[in-house]
């Protein structure tokens, strides 16, 4: 029997990562990690044709049988939405402080092998190859902005900042693409050392790029408003919500939280705020763990929670039971998690970045975070799509991603944590709720902001009534939602502004798996099992919400 719609997803993978070879390194696809993509406007221009090319064809193609099908849905859900961003002129001209050509250029590094003699030919030639990318994608970001496509200046000149750090202008990190290569075989290193000093010399002139020609273009306001921001939540989601009603359920849904905070915060210290509390906890030095012992405390923690519920709740595939945890060469403060190889050579990893200026964090606020980036967070469900060679076709393991899906998952893990007794340490439950409260804070100012409405008069903490929303207002409430350090906190804020409709895939996702778990407990009833649940739920690889919603029904 043919499987013509998983043979044209595998072929798109192979096509793309040939295009694309950024994400073939991020997909842990082999083959690519020594080139570079063609960021110039032909080069986008032969990636989005291939994606209209393979979604006519798989549009076209009729499914074999249900699992089939679900592919189907998926990969036209997921590359149809790419297609509408492509030709609402966001995808060329993004630049955010999250992401953009730049910070992919950047981040492959800190992916690449480098015990072998190939492996250093590879990063070799990336490095090469970085003065002629940034240059195309430089000639890219002018066309774009000559057609009116440019994003906020605030972004522009953020990024600008990243990239100082990044090439050691400022900051305590030092030159990135220096050190990089300062641990290379002795016999190479001069010659490795010349190529990272051009491609830290051309990023340089890249954010002074930034700064001299398209900040002076950038948009004045940060709002990006509703037509933009309707189909970039569909694109997060893969689901189209009613924008004001989640707007109100977010409001409700802090409400709940902060309630939950003040009786936690009445357990750390008895009459305490839950200000008072954070600060309580923050007052014993025993709470803080420098970079290293903060490094080792993730890593145990996270191996003694796989092997833990893979006993118990979850079926853990023996491919995935190895997570590395990491701390990230730069100081930008995000916190993030790449999957595993095809082969699973290079295991899935959990970054953490110290922010500038911060040199240790707190176990009692990342405890969750932990469930979150690994198990049964994003490691459980990356790896063990990716282990299901069998049942899945390689674009749904490798290439498919949907923020709504994933994030939400990564939530709604966290809650199941929560209810499985892992947060019974009223610190850890206070860290737990604290992040919750911040992914709910998160759904509010992001819809709030970019399509400036108004704060709620009344609102439930006497937050600015009636006001519209502007980015000195989202940074007050997210400081008063929120018990992370400066650092984290402006670049989240910053993260909302340029990257509009995706924090608040996080709690939306999460409500839609805890509302698809609560549809199968009601139809399963007696006989509903949660651990058959979550493996027939993950099995299903990447999904928009959408399509989610209509496969979980048929379970």
Not at 310 to 315: E, K, N, S
Not at 484 to 497: I, S, T
Request: glycine share 8%; net charge negative; hydrophobic share 40%.
């Amino acid at each position: 029997m043919t499987r013509s719609i998983d043979q044209r997803s595998d072929r798109h993978v192979t096509e793309m990562a040939a295009l694309d070879p950024l994400s073939a390194t991020f997909a842990g696809i082999p083959g690519h990690d020594h080139e570079l993509p063609d960021l110039s406007p032909d080069g986008h221009a032969a990636r989005e044709q291939l994606q209209r090319d393979a979604l006519a064809d798989v549009s076209a193609l009729t499914p074999t049988d249900d699992r089939e099908a679900v592919a189907r849905d998926a990969f036209r859900e997921r590359v149809g939405l790419e297609v509408e961003m492509v030709d609402a002129g966001v995808v060329r001209s993004e630049v955010s402080v999250i992401g953009s050509a730049a910070h992919g250029l950047r981040e492959c590094f800190d992916l690449m092998a480098t015990e072998t003699d190939e492996d250093w030919d590879a990063v070799e030639a990336r490095l090469a190859g970085i003065p002629r990318a940034l240059e195309d994608y430089r000639t890219t970001l002018r066309e774009e902005a000559a057609a009116g496509h440019v994003v906020a200046r605030r972004q522009y000149l953020e990024v600008a900042e990243q990239v100082k750090g990044w090439t050691g202008e400022t900051g305590s990190a030092g030159d990135f693409f220096g050190a990089f290569v300062a641990h290379a075989p002795e016999q190479r290193r001069t010659r490795l050392q010349e190529r990272a000093a051009a491609a830290s010399a051309a990023f340089a002139d890249f954010g002074r790029f930034l700064v001299a020609d398209l900040a002076p273009q950038g948009r004045e306001t940060d709002a990006v408003g509703r037509d933009h921001y309707a189909l970039a939540s569909r694109y997060f989601l893969g689901a189209a919500v009613d924008l004001e009603e989640t707007y109100r359920w977010g409001w409700e849904e802090l409400a709940r939280l902060v309630a939950e905070q003040r009786r936690t915060a009445e357990e750390i210290k008895p009459g305490a705020s839950i200000a008072e509390a954070v600060q309580h906890l923050d007052d014993d030095p025993a709470n803080w763990l420098g970079v290293d012992a903060f490094r080792d405390w993730m890593q145990q923690t996270s191996d003694r929670t796989l092997a833990e519920l893979a006993r118990t709740h979850f079926d853990v595939p023996d491919e995935i039971r190895t997570l590395e945890c990491c701390i990230a060469p730069t100081n930008d403060g995000g916190v993030y998690y790449t999957g595993p190889t095809e082969d699973f050579s290079r295991p899935g990893q959990m970054w953490f970045s110290f922010a500038e200026g911060f040199d240790a964090r707190t176990p009692w606020r990342e405890l969750t975070t932990v469930f979150h980036e690994g198990v049964p967070g994003h490691h459980l469900q990356v790896g063990q799509a990716v282990a299901q060679a069998d049942t899945l076709n390689r674009w749904q393991r490798l290439m498919c991603w949907v923020s709504g899906h994933g994030e939400g998952w990564a939530l709604y893990a966290e809650r199941l944590m929560d209810e499985l007794g892992w947060f019974a340490d009223p610190a850890d439950r206070m860290g737990f709720l604290d992040m919750q409260a911040f992914r709910a804070a998160r759904v509010i100012v992001d819809i709030g902001l970019h399509l400036q409405l108004r704060v709620p008069d009344p609102n439930p903490f006497g937050f600015h009534p009636g006001e519209t929303w502007t980015p000195d207002l989202v940074a007050a409430f997210m400081r008063q939602h929120s018990s992370m350090d400066d650092g984290q906190l402006a670049f989240e804020v910053n993260r909302y502004l340029g990257w509009p409709g995706q924090a608040p895939s996080y709690k939306v996702g999460e409500r839609i798996w805890l509302e698809a778990r609560a549809d199968a407990e009601r139809r399963h009833g007696a006989d509903f099992d949660l651990r058959a649940f979550h493996r027939s739920a993950l099995d299903l690889g990447a999904l928009g919400l959408d399509p989610l919603r209509d496969a979980l029904a048929r379970l």
